[in-house]
């Protein structure tokens, strides 16, 4: 029986999980307490499977917990009070938001409104740039697959315009070995990911690495929304430039006009019709929420930090609530009031949130909060100081994490990813004296950099299905993309940029 290459490496870390968590169990470890000692056995099958999925990620983030109260490491109010962490319901909220963005065709009307604009035209390289565009913007809200899949249809129907224009002009292409075709669906995943990076809620390993930040360093400076904006919004102009330039580089155009594709946008706009009451609702339930989370520094700006106006704002109006005010508006906010039709549904809503992704976030923070608790994070950050020297670099430190992030990503899961760098690296940065926040934003931004494989993130999943991405050509792209984007912008530029928000040293 042949076995693929998924099916071997399901089955290699369903055997070698276990296997692996035996072993550690019963070898003696020195330094270790035997909660900890304990836990690092079940961290390793945890591990292991997060990264190989023999199950389902979400599962094994479930598994974690319940079996570190089977085994006696921790209570069981210990092991599932991560579960309800606020950061959750941040991520619930956004996930709300982001639906009834999807359900009323707010996404969709952004979308086509940018690649409708006068600047873009019928130029193949406007049009490339304006895909990608629409993409990041989306996706700083929507969810990255969520988006891809938005986008995925529009960029299908731009090149049938291109196909059908060449076959007036008497030329007969083959989109699947056609060099712009390539371009225009890579640039459709790798926005959709570069777009994430922009906000706490665009993609999982943003709010994982601020949730592991208040719950393992506390004593650092919270991240506020507003802050995060600010490299988040950097990071994804940079990114976003040198995807543009690479991409464009290696699948040029080679027509100056595409005949069909301004009419093709804009039989797309014209069907969208006028904005609903729906999609007004919408806008100002996400309005809402932007605005209460932006709020805090704009009154930094004119209050004391430690003043009663922010006091009060910071205890009743928390970036969580925040999210929550906003995704619970669209139950309340009436599209006819007679017949009691509402912005969203209930069922609508349900669907709209990614549990998956919320047990996921759960669980890691459930398993690093007991690897601190334990004293097992602190093990492996004096390892890991023992290893680097007495006084290592700070840059050295934050750039090993960052290419392991990065390196990762690119085989599994970027929330896995995260899930697992997380405790380790902020343990480590504690136990040598460093602030931790620059080495979990270097990890949180590096596992959105994972551009080389089709199973590093559901976009680029979404975009190699089209059979116009050959694998070979997304490999090199994303090489390339993810070297630069590491190396002169990751490590060196927002590095700085984070340090010099937040004033740490």
Same mark, same amino acid.
């Given at each position: 029986?042949?076995?693929?290459t998924e099916q071997i490496r399901k089955m290699t870390g369903a055997v070698l999980g276990p296997l692996c968590a035996i072993v550690l169990w019963l070898m003696p470890i020195d330094g270790l307490s035997e909660q900890a000692h304990h836990?690092?056995?079940?961290?390793?099958?945890?591990?292991?499977?997060?990264?190989?999925?023999?199950?389902?990620?979400?599962?094994?983030?479930?598994?974690?917990?319940?079996?570190?109260?089977?085994?006696?490491?921790?209570?069981?109010?210990?092991?599932?009070?991560?579960?309800?962490?606020?950061?959750?319901?941040?991520?619930?909220?956004?996930?709300?938001?982001?639906?009834?963005?999807?359900?009323?065709?707010?996404?969709?009307?952004?979308?086509?409104?940018?690649?409708?604009?006068?600047?873009?035209?019928?130029?193949?390289?406007?049009?490339?740039?304006?895909?990608?565009?629409?993409?990041?913007?989306?996706?700083?809200?929507?969810?990255?697959?969520?988006?891809?899949?938005?986008?995925?249809?529009?960029?299908?129907?731009?090149?049938?315009?291109?196909?059908?224009?060449?076959?007036?002009?008497?030329?007969?292409?083959?989109?699947?070995?056609?060099?712009?075709?390539?371009?225009?669906?890579?640039?459709?995943?790798?926005?959709?990911?570069?777009?994430?990076?922009?906000?706490?809620?665009?993609?999982?390993?943003?709010?994982?690495?601020?949730?592991?930040?208040?719950?393992?360093?506390?004593?650092?400076?919270?991240?506020?929304?507003?802050?995060?904006?600010?490299?988040?919004?950097?990071?994804?102009?940079?990114?976003?430039?040198?995807?543009?330039?690479?991409?464009?580089r290696l699948f040029p155009a080679d027509v100056d006009h595409i005949k069909g594709a301004k009419e093709f946008i804009q039989k797309s706009v014209d069907s969208l019709g006028e904005w609903t009451r729906a999609q007004k609702n919408t806008m100002i339930a996400f309005s809402t929420a932007f605005v209460?989370?932006?709020?805090?520094?704009?009154?930094?700006?004119?209050?004391?930090?430690?003043?009663?106006?922010?006091?009060?704002?910071?205890?009743?109006?928390?970036?969580?609530?925040?999210?929550?005010?906003?995704?619970?508006?669209?139950?309340?906010?009436?599209?006819?009031?007679?017949?009691?039709?509402?912005?969203?549904?209930?069922?609508?809503?349900?669907?709209?949130?990614?549990?998956?992704?919320?047990?996921?976030?759960?669980?890691?923070?459930?398993?690093? @909060?007991?690897?601190?608790? $334990?004293? %097992?994070? #602190?093990? /492996?950050?004096? *390892?890991?100081?023992?290893? !680097? =020297?007495?006084? +290592?670099?700070?840059?050295?430190?934050?750039?090993?994490?960052?290419?392991?992030?990065?390196?990762?990503?690119?085989?599994? @899961?970027?929330?896995?990813? $995260?899930? %697992?760098? #997380?405790? /380790?690296?902020? *343990?480590?940065?504690?136990? !040598? =004296?460093?602030? +931790?926040?620059?080495?979990?934003?270097?990890?949180?931004?590096?596992?959105?950099?994972?551009?080389?494989?089709?199973?590093?993130?559901?976009?680029?999943?979404?975009?190699?299905?089209?059979?116009?991405?050959?694998?070979?050509?997304?490999?090199?792209?994303?090489?390339?993309?993810?070297?630069?984007?590491?190396?002169?912008?990751?490590?060196?530029?927002?590095?700085?940029?984070?340090?010099?928000?937040?004033?740490?040293?």
């Amino acid at each position: 029986m042949n076995y693929s290459t998924e099916q071997i490496r399901k089955m290699t870390g369903a055997v070698l999980g276990p296997l692996c968590a035996i072993v550690l169990w019963l070898m003696p470890i020195d330094g270790l307490s035997e909660q900890a000692h304990h836990l690092l056995a079940v961290m390793s099958l945890i591990a292991i499977w997060w990264i190989t999925e023999p199950i389902a990620i979400p599962l094994t983030s479930l598994f974690g917990p319940t079996l570190c109260v089977i085994l006696g490491i921790v209570p069981i109010k210990d092991a599932y009070d991560q579960f309800a962490n606020p950061m959750i319901f941040l991520f619930m909220g956004g996930f709300l938001l982001a639906k009834g963005m999807m359900v009323n065709g707010l996404d969709k009307r952004i979308a086509y409104g940018i690649m409708s604009m006068k600047w873009v035209g019928d130029s193949p390289r406007r049009i490339f740039l304006a895909i990608g565009l629409a993409c990041i913007l989306c996706s700083g809200w929507v969810s990255n697959t969520a988006t891809a899949a938005m986008m995925f249809p529009i960029s299908l129907g731009l090149l049938e315009a291109i196909r059908e224009m060449m076959a007036e002009n008497g030329k007969t292409i083959d989109l699947k070995n056609y060099k712009y075709a390539t371009g225009l669906m890579l640039m459709t995943a790798y926005a959709c990911s570069i777009g994430g990076v922009m906000t706490p809620i665009g993609t999982p390993p943003n709010i994982i690495m601020i949730g592991f930040l208040q719950e393992l360093a506390p004593q650092a400076p919270e991240i506020s929304f507003f802050q995060w904006m600010i490299w988040g919004t950097v990071a994804m102009i940079l990114y976003f430039i040198i995807a543009s330039v690479v991409l464009w580089r290696l699948f040029p155009a080679d027509v100056d006009h595409i005949k069909g594709a301004k009419e093709f946008i804009q039989k797309s706009v014209d069907s969208l019709g006028e904005w609903t009451r729906a999609q007004k609702n919408t806008m100002i339930a996400f309005s809402t929420a932007f605005v209460l989370w932006v709020a805090p520094s704009v009154l930094g700006i004119m209050y004391d930090v430690d003043s009663d106006v922010m006091k009060f704002y910071d205890s009743h109006f928390p970036e969580a609530i925040a999210a929550m005010i906003g995704g619970l508006m669209l139950f309340f906010l009436p599209v006819n009031v007679k017949t009691g039709e509402m912005t969203m549904t209930w069922k609508d809503g349900i669907e709209g949130i990614e549990w998956g992704t919320l047990l996921l976030f759960g669980g890691g923070l459930a398993m690093g @909060s007991m690897m601190y608790d $334990t004293g %097992l994070s #602190a093990w /492996i950050g004096n *390892g890991l100081k023992e290893a !680097l =020297g007495n006084n +290592p670099s700070e840059w050295l430190f934050v750039g090993v994490f960052s290419v392991a992030a990065l390196i990762m990503s690119e085989l599994t @899961s970027h929330t896995a990813s $995260t899930n %697992l760098m #997380a405790p /380790i690296a902020i *343990g480590a940065a504690l136990s !040598l =004296g460093f602030s +931790p926040i620059p080495v979990a934003i270097g990890i949180a931004l590096a596992s959105s950099l994972g551009f080389m494989m089709p199973v590093s993130t559901p976009p680029n999943a979404i975009v190699y299905a089209s059979g116009y991405v050959p694998i070979t050509k997304m490999i090199k792209s994303g090489f390339i993309i993810d070297l630069i984007g590491i190396f002169l912008v990751t490590i060196p530029v927002l590095m700085l940029l984070v340090k010099y928000v937040m004033g740490v040293d």
